[in-house]
């Protein structure tokens, strides 16, 4: 059974930062597409990035393009959310998503079949 446990959620300052990981085991990871999801209250859920299982390619939503990155260390089977300039809007609960080799329709919930169980992150204004 795979396991996404994600850490380093929290309350921050609307221009502060924030750092996610999500540690997965029970996976050969460097062959794992890995990703984010956020998920508001009363709202949907939602595409915030994605790294393929290569790692030369990442993507994003456009609200989050420029200041966030994704990252992976396959070493440490930990993916990586960076998150800067962070804003009220970026309040959510984010969930780390996992798949094998490339994702097509990668910004879709239902092209990923390993979830975390989230993290909330909260930005004050």
């Known amino acids: 059974q795979v396991q996404l446990v994600e850490s380093g959620g929290g309350l921050v300052q609307a221009g502060g930062s924030l750092r996610l990981s999500c540690a997965a085991s029970r996976l050969p990871f460097s062959t794992y597409s890995m990703g984010w999801f956020r998920q508001g209250q009363g709202k949907e859920r939602e595409f915030v990035a994605a790294i393929m299982w290569r790692g030369d390619s990442t993507y994003y939503t456009d609200s989050v393009k420029g200041r966030f990155t994704i990252s992976r260390d396959n070493v440490k089977n930990t993916v990586y959310l960076q998150m800067n300039s962070l804003k009220p809007e970026d309040t959510a609960v984010y969930y780390c998503?996992?798949?094998?080799?490339?994702?097509?329709?990668?910004?879709?919930?239902?092209?990923?079949?390993?979830w975390g169980q989230g993290t909330q992150v909260t930005v004050s204004s």
């Open positions: 998503v996992a798949d094998r080799y490339s994702v097509n329709g990668y910004s879709t919930s239902a092209a990923w079949t390993h």
